[in-house]
């Protein structure tokens, strides 16, 4: 089973405020990833990292920024939310090894009022 | 860059057997994966693929042929649990910092009726 967390699972903040959601992971995985995904809509990769200190933005244009400085840490952070970043947010992470599956953790549901 | 596939809904007989199909162009082929999403819930991963063939896991079976761009996850011995929705997923070998990323379908939602 995988060991991936996020915190925090459920999040209702006003508009304006800065948020860090946290994503840690204990296997040793290279590689982390964060996505975006609306109820019942496809996932979409808005961040991105191969190592400590990589960070990439991805497919999806997100107002987020991520940093890697641990190997097991990646947090997402939002300066000033807003109702648009109403979603819910995917962490994950894989080897660089084969196969390279992705491995999810919970999902944090944010909802910006 | 990937394009992916598969039907956006699906019904099927508690017991029975279904069969979701995913379809995908890459420039640079190295992998798919099947997942299983409940509604609320976080994906989580299903079957690999990287050579053509069938690949089983107990009810699950996924099966891949590269020169036709095509998989399909089998469901064998349907149960109300499997009631969610299917990720299609390709990995391409790219270049530059995006190499060996996963591009996801829009997934399959199926739906078991007793």
């Known amino acids: 089973e995988a060991d991936i967390y996020q915190t925090p699972r459920y999040l209702v903040i006003g508009t304006g405020k800065k948020i860090t959601l946290e994503c840690s992971q204990t296997?040793?995985?290279?590689?982390m990833y964060w996505y975006q995904q609306d109820p019942g809509m496809e996932l979409h990769l808005i961040h991105y990292s191969y190592g400590v200190n990589s960070t990439e933005k991805g497919d999806l244009s997100s107002e987020s920024t991520v940093s890697r400085i641990r190997t097991e840490h990646f947090p997402l952070t939002l300066e000033s939310a807003r109702p648009s970043h109403t979603s819910q947010y995917l962490c994950a992470s894989s080897l660089s090894s084969f196969p390279g599956g992705q491995y999810f953790g919970p999902g944090t549901r944010l909802t910006v009022t | 860059g990937q394009n992916i596939d598969q039907p956006t809904e699906m019904t099927a007989t508690e017991g029975a057997i279904v069969q979701i199909n995913c379809t995908y162009q890459t420039s640079g082929f190295n992998g798919l994966f099947w997942y299983q999403q409940h509604a609320g819930e976080a994906p989580t991963f299903l079957s690999y693929n990287v050579l053509d063939g069938l690949e089983e896991k107990g009810r699950f079976s996924s099966f891949l042929s590269r020169s036709k761009g095509y998989s399909y996850l089998l469901l064998k011995e349907l149960q109300m649990k499997d009631s969610a929705s299917y990720l299609c997923?390709?990995?391409?070998?790219?270049?530059?910092?995006?190499?060996?990323?996963?591009?996801f379908g829009k997934g399959t939602k199926l739906s078991v009726i007793p």
């Open positions: 997923a390709v990995r391409d070998t790219g270049s530059g910092a995006g190499s060996y990323q996963l591009t």
């Open positions: 296997m040793g995985h290279d590689k």
